[in-house]
């Protein structure tokens, strides 16, 4: 499958962003797509997480109630709405897809967009 990620940009803090990921795949349904971020000097980290069967969802701690996933199997898309965002939120922004297993492991995620530059200005 091939993910493509767009919506990133340059935002003041608090102010909001949606990222959308659009799959190539007839079987969109069947994945469990994630939203992984990685800054410059850092690890990639795991934001957030969907089940597109059942629609499940699952957030770092970091990004809880700021933060939301959400998808559209008819469109292949899973989005990102970012509220409230913080310049510790800056960074690369990738998607990623799997079909089973733990939700935040990225090494475990075999397919990934090219990534979206999300910059928060304090």
């Known amino acids: 499958v091939q993910l493509q990620a767009f919506g990133g940009g340059l935002v003041q803090a608090g102010g909001s962003l949606r990222l959308s990921c659009v799959a190539s795949t007839r079987t969109f349904s069947r994945y469990l797509m994630g939203w992984f971020r990685q800054a410059p000097g850092k690890e990639r980290e795991f934001v957030a997480a969907?089940?597109?069967?059942?629609?499940?969802?699952y957030y770092a701690d970091s990004v809880t109630g700021r933060f939301t996933i959400s998808r559209d199997n008819a469109k292949n898309t899973v989005y990102l709405q970012m509220n409230s965002l913080k310049p510790e939120d800056s960074a690369v922004y990738y998607c990623?897809?799997?079909?089973?297993?733990?939700?935040?492991?990225?090494?475990?995620?075999?397919?990934w967009g090219q990534g979206t530059q999300v910059t928060v200005s304090s």
């Open positions: 969907i089940n597109c069967s059942t629609g499940n969802t």
């Open positions: 990623a897809a799997k079909f089973t297993g733990y939700y935040s492991d990225p090494k475990s995620f075999p397919y």
